[in-house]
């Protein structure tokens, strides 16, 4: 059995704003661009019909944005909660002894 004693807090909060970017990334494709850009477009196509189209460029706009703001948003609380993890699990593991792992 090893120990793990102590992580670090810089990689930690690498691994943890990558982790939530990639998830964001997934996960908000299919919650925030694609029904945005598919309802902009059905929302487009129906206000073209009384003379406005401005709302199709406008909805789509809104989405693409919100997914990247959301992606950058994920990534960074991602990593302080990465951090934060990390930080604590060094306090206790310096009280307890650290987790232990058998490695082949």
Known sequence: MRTVRRISLGSAFKVGAVLCA?????????????????????????????????TLGFGALFSVIAYIIGILASA???????FLNALLYNIVAGLVGGLEVELS
């Open 22 to 54: 990639l998830l964001f990334l997934v996960f908000g494709f299919f919650t925030i661009l694609l029904p945005g850009l598919l309802g902009a477009s059905l929302l487009g196509a129906l206000i073209r019909e009384q003379g406005r189209g401005w």
């Open 76 to 82: 960074i609380g991602g990593g302080i909660t990465g």
